[in-house]
């Protein structure tokens, strides 16, 4: 079944909550079984797992933060400026079913990362870009404003709220609804990945403090999605 049970399995002896508030980075995901990616679709929206067995059942808190990262297809020059893309119809076919829509639907942020030109990694310097120092004081701030305001109601960060608290106490200025009406009329979204949607549009205000989620808040957030719309594309 993979990377994912052998490490349960080696860390089982020390306790089962090791994953509970842990990062769950999975490198070459379509590489997993449908069956162990279909499996993290409860722990993803719940922040539990079930197992159950002759005796009885458990429960077990396992909120994780998961990364996954992919290669655009199996030969991983689909895209690519230079290198050409070696593989069939039928490969990409079947390395783009690997990643189910409702995986994808789980994960809020679909970045691309392309290949650096030879140029740009020689331009590069410590000296551009925001220092992790920087943005890490900005994620404490916004992290803080979130513990504040959802304190009462009982969740952490806007992450953890779920579908029918979301949707009251978000706090949007008066145009971003008719924007979003028009907006997703283009789109493909499930009633999840429009939650999700907004979870990461609170957050995006957050990180700038501002108080309420204006226009640009919704449209990087839904910039986010893109690998809906590659989905789309893929069919
Ligand atoms: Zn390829």
């Known amino acids: 079944m993979g990377r994912l049970t052998r490490t349960s399995k080696k860390r089982a002896g020390k306790s089962p909550f090791?994953?509970?508030r842990g990062v769950l980075f999975l490198d070459e995901v379509p590489e997993f079984s449908r069956d162990v990616l279909e499996s993290l679709r409860q722990p993803l929206e719940d922040g539990t797992i079930n197992v159950n067995r002759a005796a009885g059942s458990v429960t077990y808190p396992a909120r994780?933060?998961?990364?996954?990262?992919?290669?655009?297809?199996?030969?991983g020059f689909l895209g690519d400026p230079v290198e050409q893309c070696r593989c069939t119809e039928h490969a990409l076919e079947r390395y783009?079913?690997?990643?189910?829509?409702p995986i994808l639907d789980r994960i809020d942020l679909h970045v691309a990362v392309p290949r650096l030109k030879p140029e740009e990694l020689v331009s590069l310097d410590e000296a551009r870009g925001e220092t992790s120092e920087s943005v890490r004081a900005r994620v404490v701030n916004a992290r803080t404003l979130q513990q504040d305001r959802w304190r009462e109601l009982g969740y952490g960060c806007n992450a953890e709220l779920p579908e029918r608290v979301l949707r009251r106490n978000l706090g949007m200025e008066a145009d971003v609804r008719p924007f979003l009406t028009q907006t997703l009329k283009g789109l493909r979204l499930s009633g999840r990945g429009f939650s999700r949607v907004l979870r990461v549009a609170r957050t995006i205000a957050d990180l700038e403090g501002a108080e309420k989620?204006?226009?640009?808040?919704?449209?990087?957030?839904?910039?986010?999605?893109?690998?809906?719309?590659l989905n789309d594309a893929w069919r």
Not at 65 to 74: E, G, R
Not at 213 to 229: D, F, M, Q
């Open 18 to 20: 090791v994953a509970n």
């Open 64 to 75: 994780v933060l998961l990364v996954t990262a992919c290669n655009p297809c199996p030969c």
């Open 96 to 101: 783009r079913r690997k990643l189910s829509g």
């Open 213 to 229: 989620i204006a226009v640009p808040h919704v449209a990087e957030s839904l910039s986010y999605r893109k690998g809906e719309a």
